[in-house]
């Protein structure tokens, strides 16, 4: 981080105060823009929430900067015990402040967005008209819609709701536009002779995209909790499992195909399967995001499981996991 001169007495308290700060570094006058101290540390990931509160409630935010990023590796005796000693499970901590980052940039209407939406909806209707099932489900890999939804639910649990209104804004302009590109598409393919359905009693291997059941929630509540998982515990791969078990664009491109073919009924049980999939996963983030500590000295739900049988918190058997500062 940079910080003015006359804030770094306290930033280097904050900093010593807090036992899971360690491998602190000061380099007095090297910055130049903003003018002043580098200060580097290396913060447990479960105290990085208590340290960035307290940093900000100092001005360094708008004096100097903070840099935050991850330390994958870390083979320091000084680094271990600063993870042992600061309070809370390294796994069940959320940095919020980088989920927020990650998050906002994931939810902002662009015209990148737009395009990976359109040409998921698109690979979804040729999916549907030709019925492809490995179509659709790269039609659902392809699809850009989880980085909204997630940031929806993240915008309600921290009452961000500027957020939250972007993300919906991305949503609600996003679907339309696409599935009208993918209408417009869709006649032309007809008109070319490229599709040639008569209804969708001939679609037997996508079928499943437009028939809303019980389990339609519940794979999206699953798979809803384990993308919010993927992004607080920085474990991506989880997210193309994530990708390919909701129906969220496969259920508009089939939507936009039956109302082409005049199969309004299925149409509407299309959107409604892709509503489904929206509001499950979006109930699934937040309660996910409830259920983990807020700060540094709260408890998750593991340890607090390990609270009500009696057993003392034990130490963590994975790597230490700091946030470097």
Known sequence: MISPPESTDDVLSVLAANPGATHVTLARGVAL???????????????????????????????????????????????????????????????????????????????????????ACLLAAVGVATDSPVTIVGAMVVGPEFGPLAAFAVGLVLRDFRLARRSALALAIGF??????????????????????????????????????????????????????????????????????VTTVPAA???????????????????????????????AGVIVLQLRPHAGKAAGPVERFKHWLGMRAVGSTEPPRLSQR
């Open 33 to 119: 823009e903003p003018a002043g101290d580098l200060i580097q540390a290396d913060v447990a990931r479960e105290a990085a929430n208590d340290v960035l509160e307290e940093l900000t409630a100092l001005g360094i935010c708008k004096t100097g900067g903070i840099t935050l990023g991850p330390v994958e590796t870390v083979l320091s005796e000084a680094g271990d015990r600063a993870v042992e000693e600061a309070p809370g499970d390294p796994t069940d901590a959320v940095v919020w402040e980088e989920l927020l980052a990650q998050v906002h940039e994931e939810s902002t209407l662009n015209s990148s967005f737009l395009a990976f939406l359109t040409i």
């Open 176 to 245: 339309p536009v696409a599935m009208l590109v993918t209408l417009v598409a869709t006649l032309l393919w007809e008109q070319f002779g490229w599709i040639t359905l008569h209804g969708v009693e001939s679609i037997k291997n996508v079928d499943f995209i437009y028939e809303v059941g019980p389990f339609s929630l519940v794979v999206a509540l699953l798979a809803g909790a384990a993308g919010m998982l993927s992004l607080v515990t920085a474990k991506s791969a989880a997210l193309i499992g994530v990708f390919i078990s």
């Open 253 to 283: 491109g089939f939507a936009v195909v039956a109302a082409t073919l005049g199969e309004w009924h299925v149409a509407f049980m299309s959107a409604g399967q892709l509503a489904v999939n929206l509001a499950g996963i979006v109930i």
